[in-house]
């Protein structure tokens, strides 16, 4: 069975930065395409960004410029660097897998999300 | 980018009976894709619905999605105590991707 697995969350303070990753097992990392959703608490899901098989990247226009997802295929983790960090960023961050028959192009992708992480918790607040 | 609506947004249901669960579209969805997500307090999203009506694996036929255009709905049939979650409706036919606010559904 497909395992993801988050880390890197915790308490930062406004205008700070971190990196969480997401380390994948179970099945092949590298052809498929994968995202970043985030749940603030009590609150409904938002998509953060998403990274092609190849490293073709989108971003949800809230995170643009203060957020990089990247890859490394040769470790199977996947990673979202967050900078200038915001009361507003405070969430539980999940990685995702695209499914089968997802794409992604340079202008943007296409795919639901089959496989879920268990999340990490980040607070930003001073 | 396309809003979508999910209504109601609590359902109050006893077991045995039938759950229907609606989400509108902004716009037209994209090749009807259009997924639905069951969430579980403390856990994660899981996969319900994807392609408006193909039902993931792992999932009973009680549950089954329809619609196309703007209009989706998720139904669920004879309810079962593990039922009872929030589930939440997004399209992906291009980003970026949306979700709608989601339907709590609780027992009555």
């Known amino acids: 069975e497909v395992q993801l697995l988050e880390a890197g969350g915790g308490l930062v303070q406004p205008g700070g930065s971190l990196r969480l990753s997401c380390a994948a097992s179970?099945?092949?990392?590298?052809?498929?395409?994968m995202n970043w959703v985030r749940q603030a608490p009590g609150k409904g899901l938002e998509w953060v960004s998403s990274?092609?098989?190849?490293?073709?990247?989108h971003y949800a226009d809230s995170v643009k410029g203060r957020f990089t997802i990247s890859r490394d295929n040769s470790k199977n983790n996947l990673y979202l660097q967050m900078n200038s960090l915001r009361a507003e960023d405070t969430a539980v961050y999940f990685c995702?897998?695209?499914?089968?028959?997802?794409?992604?192009?340079?202008?943007?992708?296409?795919?639901?999300?089959?496989?879920w992480g268990q999340g990490t918790l980040v607070t930003v607040s001073s | 980018e396309i809003v979508l609506t999910q209504s109601p947004g609590t359902l109050s249901l006893s077991p045995g009976e039938r759950a229907t669960l609606s989400c509108r579209a902004s716009?037209?969805?994209?090749?009807?894709?259009l997924a639905w997500y069951q969430q579980k307090p403390g856990q994660a999203p899981r996969l319900l619905i994807y392609?408006?009506?193909r039902r993931a694996t792992g999932f009973p036929d009680r549950f089954s999605g329809s619609g196309s255009g703007t209009d989706f709905t998720l139904t669920i049939n004879r309810l079962e105590p593990e039922d009872f979650a929030v589930y939440y409706c997004q399209q992906y036919g291009g980003s970026p991707f949306t979700f709608g606010q989601g339907t709590r559904l609780e027992i009555k």
């Open positions: 716009q037209s969805v994209t090749s009807s894709y």
């Open positions: 995702a897998k695209f499914g089968v028959g997802s794409n992604c192009n340079s202008f943007t992708c296409y795919g639901y999300f089959d496989w």
């Open positions: 179970e099945f092949t990392f590298s052809i498929y395409g």
């Open positions: 392609g408006a009506s």
């Open positions: 990274i092609s098989g190849l490293g073709s990247t």
